[in-house]
């Protein structure tokens, strides 16, 4: 358990420290949020070396600094901490069960490698033809899925899948041979043992990019995990070849463990919301550990679903409505799936889907002017929103409010958003306090 485990942290940690495929000389800074925890990355990119610094959570993570030297093959996890390193060959589907790694030659030079089974990555991509303009670039809308099958004697025998949804851009002049580690990771064993033979199968078309907007959900284990992408500064310029290279002086550590250090495993299962400063109602974290009071009614609300083509952050949006939801004998807290609601003591479920969200005429013609007249007037618009939901009730399983709201908001479209969730914590409140 503890090895499937650690395996689990290591994808996460991969997700949040690896990025997809990237240009040269740009400078990119993001928000990376996961079940409520949300951290910020930068990524900078020369060549065809790319180097991804932030994005830890549990603790671990800040200090190191993830860089893809695309020319060599292989990425390098730099701690600046330690000052230490490890060093990760892209993994291209070859048989490398009889091939140790730079790191395994090193460090333990009589190692011997069993061969496992076969681990199976199936994935497809869908490219769904919407394009839209983002930091001066047009972006593709693309889904996709990928799946881990293990054969009977593979030495992995954790099965898991994850499905994508996001907006994508191309970036020139560069170009890595291997992206597929980015998506899943493979399993290494750095210091010999077993080792399982890697098999890609793609389906679908379309291509993916870099990702400047992303939804990513894993499931393993009877667990799941979300992590998405928001993309808050995008620029252009030199960049120092030092950032990319292994600094002087630095040593190459045992594996990746000593690397990180040992995570706190109990964290993965919370989800403190993490609200923003100028949340209106803000609710105090609810935990596992923290017991529901006597009396007092507690909703697990669901990561709202968008089904619109309008670019929205849905986590900001899921702990909006924990805040407005949290009211006198009622409180909310964010939930990813019935049995972390079940863990948290949770007397409902609330989920909620984002089904229109569309310019009004007003709303068009600002544009249209902003355009002729070449002023920004994107914050400023004039939305119709509508957010459907449903509450259930898990004592039972049956359904106690099924309901929209719907309202028209001048604005940016994450804010017409909040006001229709606004709307809906209205409406819920007045049933689950009666």
């Not at 899943?184 to 033979?197: A, F, I, W």
């Not at 939804?215 to 799941?224: A, C, Y």
């Not at 968008?306 to 949290?326: A, H, I, R, W």
């Amino acid at each position: 358990m503890n090895a499937i485990r650690f395996f689990l942290t290591s994808i996460i940690l991969s997700l949040l420290l690896t990025g997809t495929t990237l240009a040269q000389n740009y400078k990119i800074r993001q928000t990376v949020s996961m079940n409520g925890q949300k951290s910020e990355t930068t990524v900078y990119v020369r060549g065809a070396r790319k180097r991804t610094e932030g994005g830890g959570f549990m603790g671990m993570g800040n200090d190191v600094a993830t860089v893809e030297q695309c020319d060599l093959k292989r990425n390098v996890r730099i701690n600046e901490q330690k000052k230490l390193y490890v060093i990760e060959p892209f993994d291209d589907g070859t048989d490398q069960t009889n091939q140790p790694t730079n790191q395994s030659k090193i460090q333990n030079p009589q190692s011997k490698i069993q061969k496992g089974g076969v681990v199976t990555y199936i994935s497809n991509i869908t490219d769904t033809g919407e394009r839209k303009q983002m930091f001066g670039m047009t972006a593709r809308h693309i889904k996709t899925s990928m799946r881990m099958e293990a054969s009977p004697d593979a030495c992995m025998k954790t099965e898991m899948s994850m499905e994508t949804d996001g907006w994508y851009i191309d970036l020139p002049e560069f170009s890595c041979p291997v992206g597929r580690e980015a998506a899943m990771p493979v399993n290494r064993n750095e210091q010999g043992g077993c080792r399982d033979r890697i098999v890609f199968r793609s389906t679908g078309g379309g291509k993916l990019g870099f990702a400047l907007q992303e939804t990513r959900t894993m499931r393993s284990e009877g667990m799941s995990f979300t992590q998405t992408t928001e993309t808050l500064e995008f620029s252009r310029g030199a960049l120092d070849a030092a950032l990319f290279d292994i600094p002087g002086g630095y040593s190459l550590a045992k594996n990746s463990s000593d690397l990180y250090g040992t995570p706190d495993y109990s964290k993965i299962m919370q989800n403190p919301p993490d609200k923003p400063d100028d949340q209106e109602n803000p609710a105090n974290p609810v935990s596992v550990d923290k017991p529901k009071a006597a009396g007092v009614t507690r909703i697990g609300v669901y990561l709202p679903v968008n089904k619109t083509n309008e670019s929205v952050s849905l986590p900001d949006l899921q702990n909006f409505l924990v805040g407005k939801l949290s009211d006198g004998k009622v409180e909310a807290v964010g939930v990813i799936n019935e049995t972390e609601a079940r863990m948290m003591s949770c007397d409902y479920v609330l989920t909620s889907d984002l089904s229109k969200m569309k310019l009004s005429t007003g709303g068009k013609i600002g544009g249209i002017f902003g355009k002729v007249t070449n002023t920004d007037t994107s914050g400023m618009k004039d939305y119709e929103a509508q957010i459907d939901f449903k509450l259930v009730s898990l004592a039972d399983g049956k359904t106690v409010a099924q309901s929209k709201a719907t309202n028209k908001f001048k604005g940016d479209a994450d804010k017409a958003a909040e006001s229709v969730l606004a709307l809906e914590a209205r409406q819920v409140l007045s049933v689950v306090q009666k």
